[in-house]
């Protein structure tokens, strides 16, 4: 059973004649802009096939405190040496991440506008569950934030295909392997990524840009573009899309 496809049933778009994906791994509570390359492809591929990488946003993200920002971060194992470590195959070190996340969101939210509105979802997402593996984490919060931001891409896992090559190629055979007619990047891939490899099988490199996102109410003084998109819930509510590019 495929945990991804269950929530978001999968569809074969191997005969679209515009069809747009993106390739990215999970991220814990991702800030606005991983929800803004979401919907704005047809289907999403959480890259969690490949290497973890420690101190990034796999398993931790920011929210905005009263002096400033604060890291949220879930403790994670490490078997062994964790460069070889693949991302879908790291877990949680213990459960007790959960009650000390949930009390900070709730101590630094409770006074926004929104926070009732989405409170008791989320605090059931995070107290009750004792999911062990990130990957399966990082997708129980993201699938509940796309339903709030009424984003229906479907979605699915790197594993579900057999793509190999190197860091582009093995993009490029993604596009290939789902049908897709456009590849859709964040732009720290343009360093990396040579367009030529995909331009070579017909397929079109859009990079996404996420630099002029309007300001919305904030609590906590200056304003934060980079903390976890519930900041942006909390804050405006059903009007959250509003303040988004796609």
Known sequence: MNEVTDLYPYTNFLFM???????LQSSYIPWKGHF????????FIL????????LDWRNRNKIKIPNGLQWLTIPVKHKGNPLQQKINEVEVLNNNWRIKHWKSIQQNYCKSPFFNLYKDELKEIYLGSSEKFLSKINFMF?????????IKTVFSWSSDYNCTGNRVERLVNFCKATGATHYI???????????SLFE????????LKVDNYPE??????NFEHKVTVLDLLFNTGTRAREFMIT
């Not at 890259?47 to 420690?54: G, I, N, P, R, W």
């Not at 070579?200 to 990079?207: K, L, R, S």
């Not at 919305?216 to 003084?221: K, S, T, V, W």
């Open 17 to 23: 004649n515009n069809k747009k994906i993106a390739i």
């Open 36 to 43: 803004d390359l979401m919907a704005s492809v047809d289907e």
């Open 47 to 54: 890259y969690d096939d490949v290497q973890y990488t420690v």
């Open 142 to 150: 993201i699938s509940w934030i796309c339903t709030k931001l009424s």
């Open 185 to 195: 990047s964040g732009p720290a891939a343009k360093s990396y990524l040579d367009v």
């Open 200 to 207: 070579n099988e017909g397929i079109t490199v859009e990079f």
């Open 216 to 221: 919305y109410p904030q609590l906590h003084g």
